[in-house]
């Protein structure tokens, strides 16, 4: 059978992917203490590049003082370029494209993962989930100059690595979702104030990435930009506020916009009246703009074909792609029957699956991921907000 997702897809910039299917970022936790890369997360890459149009490696820190969780990837330093290339080579396998995750956790981090070091965030407010949050402190003025900097130097070591471009994670309550944030962000200067105010911090990051594009790259690069639709605190992200800030999007110079949420049918979480999915009103704001990747428990091809139906431009899929690898050759070959949609606690090793991952996915992501040996139903995520959208507890 053929499906629309195997259609080729190119981007303004001359970028195109062999077919419209992108395995999203998905946490190894298995990096070096140091953020470098070890052979472990080269593995688990190669093992599932060569059939999907592109991956979205795992997220990067900017700053050593931007890890969130440990076993986590830096490209911080010109000493990551090297490991860092060698997982761009992994990625890249028979022509998939490999774009790499940027951010700063900002406040979802805390003083054992940064060595005694206190978070920090847009404002001292403590984060709602997880419960045991603590308390940032408020960037200066300077500080916040110096990120904006680390952001286009990050990017620079992409392009220096290999990586066909970079992903700004602005999604999953990170410190670039903690600048647009009622909930964290309560700045009185340039940073803070009105909803137009508090796009300041993504916009400025956005300039720096693309003039580290512009003055280092010597190929077609992607810039992209992750979002979440709507926070769920009080004050929080509205999908109003979502639409705006996907206005301002839709005028940057990102080359693509990426949606985090749980399931690709999300309709809005705070507006029980509102059935229409998330998908459509984003395509709808967007107006061919930018192209759209549409995300959330896409497992089977007509999952995957109907995220392209409600206008999404490309189909993310995570968790599937780390239960079964082959995904997309399974498609093309019309083995269909034989794809994973569970996941078998005895065959992790075997699918390359690092031991660190592992153990979070047996912890944090039990109950979705599909473990043959879990009896439970599985949540749609339809209506409420899923564990990967920042309320899990790394590790």
Same mark, same amino acid.
């Given at each position: ?47 599932? &590049? ?35 290339? $060698?997982?761009?080579?992994?990625? +890249? ?28 965030? @847009?404002? &001292? ?47 999953? #309550?990170? *410190? ?9 962000? $309560? ?14 911090? @993504? ?36 999908? &109003?506020?979502? *639409? ?27 507006? +029980? ?16 703009? +930018? ?8 497992? #089977? ?28 050759? +399974? ?5 269909? &029957? ?58």
């Amino acid at each position: 059978m053929t499906y629309n997702f195997q259609q080729d897809f190119s981007f303004k910039n001359g970028i195109t992917l062999k077919n419209r299917v992108i395995m999203s970022p998905t946490t190894t936790m298995s990096s070096f203490y140091d953020g470098h890369v070890t052979n472990d997360e080269i593995d688990f890459y190669g093992a599932r &590049a060569g059939g999907v149009g592109m991956i979205i490696g795992e997220v990067a820190n900017v700053i050593a003082g931007g890890k969130g969780f440990e076993g986590e990837l830096s490209i911080a330093d010109d000493t990551d370029i090297e490991g860092l290339s $060698r997982l761009a080579n992994a990625m +890249k396998r028979n022509g998939t494209k490999a774009v790499l995750q940027i951010f700063h956790a900002g406040r979802k981090s805390n003083d054992s993962i940064l060595r005694g070091t206190q978070p920090v965030s @847009a404002s &001292a407010v403590k984060a709602a989930f997880p419960a045991d949050s603590q308390t940032p402190r408020e960037m200066t003025a300077a500080e916040i100059d110096e990120l904006i900097v680390a952001f286009g130097e990050a990017t620079r070591r992409a392009i220096a690595a290999g990586f066909d471009g970079v992903e700004l994670h602005g999604a999953n #309550t990170y *410190l670039l979702q903690q600048f647009f944030s009622p909930n964290s962000n $309560r700045r009185t200067d340039k940073w803070g104030g009105n909803r137009d105010d508090r796009m300041a911090f @993504a916009k400025a990051v956005i300039t720096s990435a693309h003039e580290a594009i512009t003055q280092y790259a010597d190929r077609p690069f992607l810039l992209g930009y992750r979002i979440s639709p709507e926070e769920i605190e009080t004050p929080g992200i509205r999908l &109003a506020d979502s *639409l705006a800030f996907l206005d301002m999007l839709g005028d940057s110079d990102v080359d693509y916009v990426h949606m985090s949420m749980g399931s690709a049918q999300r309709t809005s979480l705070n507006d +029980k009246s509102d059935h229409e999915p998330l998908i459509k009103k984003f395509v709808a704001q967007l107006a061919g703009r +930018k192209p759209l990747i549409g995300v959330g428990s896409v497992e #089977t091809p007509a999952d995957a074909d109907a995220v392209l139906a409600m206008g999404a431009d490309l189909v993310a899929m995570g968790r599937e792609m780390i239960r079964e690898p082959q995904w997309m050759e +399974k498609v093309l070959d019309g083995d269909e &029957a034989s794809i994973r949609y569970q996941l078998s606690p005895s065959e992790m090793t075997e699918l390359k699956i690092p031991v660190a991952m592992q153990y979070y996915l047996k912890g944090a992501f039990y109950s979705v991921m599909h473990f043959t040996t879990d009896p439970a139903v599985a949540a749609d995520y339809q209506n409420e907000a899923a564990p990967m959208e920042g309320f899990e507890k790394k590790m």
